[in-house]
């Protein structure tokens, strides 16, 4: 489906953005985004280097929840981390394994299963302790793909794996590199902010990575939707401005150099950017960990040939981690540590944060209890009509 954002469905925003009023300020026009603190569940989450998870469980936090995971017997588990006796984190340094494919709490010795989380064994209690099989630990679905593991928070059936992965990273023979950490910053102001056009123009003007090419003042954009993916598309590019009263802008030399700014800008749900160069793509997730802060996942992707990757993994080891994974990105670290909205007030650049809060708001999947929430809500509203 390819949709161009027409006049009538962009005039909200632009109206908020441009009359003098005082506007919309808060996010209640996208009840669904303002509520979504910790993310929404019913989606894939990249949450880990495969490489990194071994017999020695990881403790991680992803929208909200604890989780342990662990590798048994070549494969990856995810267990909630918290033991039901007393609440200890089963991932404690002091708890082990006592049985092939199960984790004994080191509390009191409860043992669950790792692949289905039943309590199996409750040592200090005995072989025949009845409480075995009357309690488990909740357990997540796993993925590993692409040097990568994956979760399934939802609380519906998960969703086939390629739904939520972009088509590049399901490439078996692509190259991927990366970088993982946990940021400060709520998990929306890191989309809005890869998303959000103005920066890219100003915030990053100083940047190393950005310094080989000509970055314009301002841009004629528009925002389309093209399948999961909403894109920034600039029609026309302006390299100065003259500002009546003011002077010309710009006359900084960092404004001079080659144009030809060709990347393609797009965003989808769950929270992923897609930066779309010639030859290779750029990938972030940001994944909520708790309402302050957010794990956040930065591939490159390539897939140009054998010797071609190569050239391009160096490429990524020499300069791209450094510059882009680490300066550049450091500077959009920054702003989403210190963004505080709402209330905010908006601009007309900031079209692409309300379409991609619009297109959330429409598509984003609702658990089976929301479901059933707005299945009640309708039924309502019809016999109060
Ligand atoms: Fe885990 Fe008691 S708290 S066994």
């Known amino acids: 489906m390819t949709d161009t954002v027409d006049e009538e469905q962009a005039r909200p925003a632009r109206r908020q953005a441009t009359v ?13 985004y303002e509520k979504a603190a910790l993310g929404f569940r019913e989606y894939w989450y990249p949450v880990a280097w495969s490489r990194k998870i071994g017999s020695k469980p990881r403790a991680i936090q992803v929208l909200g929840e604890k989780i342990m995971l662990i590798r048994d017997g070549g494969e990856v588990r995810a267990l909630h981390d918290r033991c039901p006796h007393r609440g200890v984190p089963l991932s404690h340094k ?10 004994s709490c080191c509390y009191h010795g409860w043992t669950f299963d790792l692949e289905t989380g039943v309590l199996v064994a409750a040592i200090t209690d005995g072989p025949e302790s009845p409480i075995c099989g009357k309690v488990t630990v909740r357990t997540y679905p796993v993925q590993e793909a ?13 969703r086939p794996f390629a739904d939520d992965v972009p088509e590049e990273l399901l490439d ?4 991927v590199v ?12 890191g989309a809005e902010n890869g998303f ?14 950005t310094k080989r090419v000509k970055m314009p003042v301002w841009s004629e954009m528009k925002v389309i939707r093209d399948g999961p993916w909403i894109t920034r598309r600039k029609d026309k590019m302006h390299y100065s401005a003259s500002f009546p009263g003011l002077g010309d802008f710009p006359k900084k030399k960092w404004y001079r150099r080659r144009e030809g700014n060709k990347t393609k800008v797009s965003l989808r749900l769950p929270g992923t950017l897609r930066v779309k160069y010639a030859e290779w793509s750029h990938f972030e997730w940001w994944v909520a960990a708790t309402a302050e802060n957010h794990t956040y996942v930065q591939l490159a992707v390539m897939n140009q040939g054998k010797w071609r990757n190569r050239k391009f993994w160096l490429y990524y080891w020499t300069w791209a981690r450094w510059v ?3 300066m550049f990105n450091d500077e959009d670290r920054l702003m989403v540590e210190v963004t505080d909205a709402p209330p905010e007030r908006l601009y007309r650049p900031d079209v692409s944060l309300t379409e991609w809060r619009r297109m959330v708001e429409e598509e984003a999947r609702r658990s089976p209890v929301e479901e059933v929430k707005e299945r009640q809500a309708e039924k309502r509203r019809a016999k109060h009509d």
Request: proline share 7%; charged share 25%.
């Open 172 to 175: 078996p023979d692509a190259v």
């Open 178 to 189: 990366g970088r993982i950490t946990v940021r400060d910053g709520n998990w929306r102001f």
């Open 94 to 103: 002091m708890s082990s394994q006592e049985f092939p494919g199960t984790w």
């Open 324 to 326: 882009f994974h680490g």
């Open 20 to 32: 003098g009023g005082p506007g919309r300020r808060d996010w209640s026009t996208w009840p669904r």
């Open 196 to 209: 959000d056009d103005g920066h890219a123009k100003w915030l990053h003007r100083n940047a190393l990575w």
């Open 146 to 158: 692409r040097g990568l593991v994956w979760v399934w928070l939802g609380d519906g059936p998960a």
